[in-house]
Each structure stands twice: as C-alpha cells, then as structure tokens.
C-alpha cells in the first residue's frame, strides 16, 4: 500500500541535544528514501536521502539509517541548534506504476536555547 | 539553473470562483508534481504529470486538475471555490535522466492562497 508513518509529530530539544525521528514505509520495493526541512513560510529543502543499497548515510550533523527488514528509516540531528527548529518530512519512493514519491505526516521540531 | 517557479505568489478569491495556478519547473525537468498544505498539516498530494499526461492522482475531489504543456510547465485549476481550499499549494520537479524519471524531487516556492 501507500503508507508512510512517521512519528513523533512534534519533538521539543533543548539546544546541543540530539534529535531522532521515526519513519516506516509499507512498500517492500521501495528503494530511495530523502528527507525534506520546511523552515516556516519557506518551501520544503531536501536536506539529505539515502538509497537502499546503503544502511547509513551522514552528512555533518545529520545522518539517515535505513533498516530494509523492518521497512524503516530514521534521521538523526545531533548537536542540535535553533535553526534546526522547522517541520521536517520523510518520503519514500512507491515503486508500483509510474514511479511515485510518498511523504510522511511530518514532525515539528522545536530547539531551544 | 534557476530553480521551479510558481506564480502567482498570492491569490485571494472569493468562494464559488475559480482559479489557475502555475508552475515551471527546472530546465530540463519532465515531471511536475503539485500538493496542498494547510496550516499545519503535511503535504497532501494532487497529482503528477509527466510529458503532457497525467502519472499519478492523489484522493481530491474532480474540482481540481491539472495539465501539462509541452514545455513542461503545468497548471493547476480549483473550480467551484471552496473556503477550505485556502492552502499554500506547492509543485515539484523531478528530473530525467537515462530515459527514467529521477527520485529527487525540487519544491516550489508555493501560492498562498486565500478563499473568502
């Protein structure tokens, strides 16, 4: 089916902590997973993506993990920074007729100072 | 390369009116996708289209749809106005590549628009 869940909706750290968020995909087939930054009133940026042919990516302070088996994926910010606050969506590619991307409900980060 | 474009920016409508939306994507992309976001809410998606022909279809009412030019630059129309399609409505590109379209989709800076 078409699903892709993704949890906590919202997460509130406090600066220079570590935030996780949870995504989990229904398509087995599904083989390319990005994740979008939408920082308020501006357009969803794609922040970094990861292919199933890797189980970990890491770009700075943010990292993706991919677990095929359990069909999910996480994305890990650590040393976490006011301007990390925005929503933040995962998707994953729905590989079933033409090829078509499926997001995540998204999760509102908030860091703190 | 310039990045995908939407215009207008703003639009404010009255309900039961209709209204065209648009979208060019980047040079060279072939896939244009389009979704709604309401205030707080994730992005619901319309439809794709991809060489003049629509690909994929989300679960929105026959009010709206969407075409696609030769160009690759797409429009997206509401007709029959509803005050719950007050929205911020995004397009994607996608690129092609190798004859296959491309994973990595572009996002657009969206029309903002308002229903009254």
């Known amino acids: 089916g078409e699903n892709v869940e993704q949890h906590p909706s919202t997460l509130s750290v406090q600066e220079g902590d570590s935030a996780v968020i949870k995504c989990t995909y229904s398509d087995s087939a599904s083989n390319y997973f990005p994740w979008y930054k939408q920082e308020l009133g501006k357009r969803p940026q794609l922040i970094i993506d990861i292919r199933s042919n890797v189980g970990e990516k890491k770009d700075q302070r943010i990292a993706v993990t991919l677990n095929k088996t359990a069909k999910h994926f996480s994305l890990h910010i650590t040393e976490t920074q006011p301007e990390d606050s925005a929503v933040y969506f995962c998707?994953?590619?729905?590989?079933?007729?033409?090829?078509?991307?499926?997001f995540g409900t998204g999760t509102r980060l908030l860091v703190s100072p | 390369k310039a990045g995908v474009t939407q215009t207008p920016r703003y639009l404010i409508k009255t309900r039961g009116q209709q209204v065209t939306l648009s979208c060019s994507p980047i040079?060279?992309?072939?896939?244009v996708s389009w979704y709604q976001q309401t205030p707080g809410q994730g992005l619901q998606f319309l439809f794709e289209?991809?060489?003049?022909?629509?690909?994929n279809k989300g679960n929105f009412p026959g009010r709206f749809s969407g075409r696609q030019f030769s160009n690759s630059r797409s429009e997206m129309n509401v007709s029959t106005l509803e005050l719950g399609d007050s929205a911020l409505y995004l397009c994607?590109?996608?690129?092609?590549?190798?004859?296959?379209?491309?994973?990595?989709?572009?996002f657009g800076p969206g029309t903002r628009l308002l229903v009254l």
């Open positions: 994607a590109s996608r690129a092609l590549a190798g004859g296959l379209v491309q994973e990595t989709q572009y």
């Open positions: 289209y991809f060489s003049e022909t629509q690909r």
């Open positions: 040079s060279g992309h072939r896939s």
């Open positions: 998707a994953a590619i729905l590989n079933t007729g033409f090829q078509k991307l499926v």
